[in-house]
Nanobody, 123 residues
Framework: QVQLVESGGGLAQAGGSLRLFCAAS????????MAWFHEAPGKERVFVAA????????DYADSVKGRFAISRDNAKNTAFLQMSSLSPEDTGVYYC????????????????WGQGTQVTVSS
């Protein structure tokens, strides 16, 4: 059973940056595809970014391309989301997720989830 713990959220101003962390334990981290999802207030959870187990493939939602970057350090069992040029629309809870099979853009494709970390962007 994989446990995921997010951190790094907080308050940022529009145009600012934040770096999110996802620490994994309890499973072979280097074999899992990892992803980040965003749940804005009152809205569904949506795909943000994903990375393959080796880190050689990444995918992004159109809304974050050029602003966010996903990465991972398999030696430290940690995934990251570097968020830049933040806007108030980026406000919400960010969830880290792990998939046994492959990267995907749908929440149902992921097997393990963290509890989320709150990001609030002020204008």
């Amino acid at each position: 059973q994989v446990q995921l713990v997010e951190s790094g959220g907080g308050l940022a101003q529009a145009g600012g940056s934040l770096r999110l962390f996802c620490a994994a334990s309890g499973g072979p981290f280097s074999t899992y595809a990892m992803a980040w999802f965003h749940e804005a207030p009152g809205k569904e959870r949506v795909f943000v970014a994903a990375i393959s187990p080796s880190g050689d493939y990444t995918d992004y939602a159109d809304s974050v391309k050029g602003r966010f970057a996903i990465s991972r350090d398999n030696a430290k069992n940690t995934a990251f989301l570097q968020m830049s040029s933040l806007s108030p629309e980026d406000t919400g809870v960010y969830y880290c997720a792990a998939a046994r099979l492959r990267t995907g853009i749908w929440a149902r494709e992921y097997d393990y989830w963290g509890q989320g970390t709150q990001v609030t962007v002020s204008s």
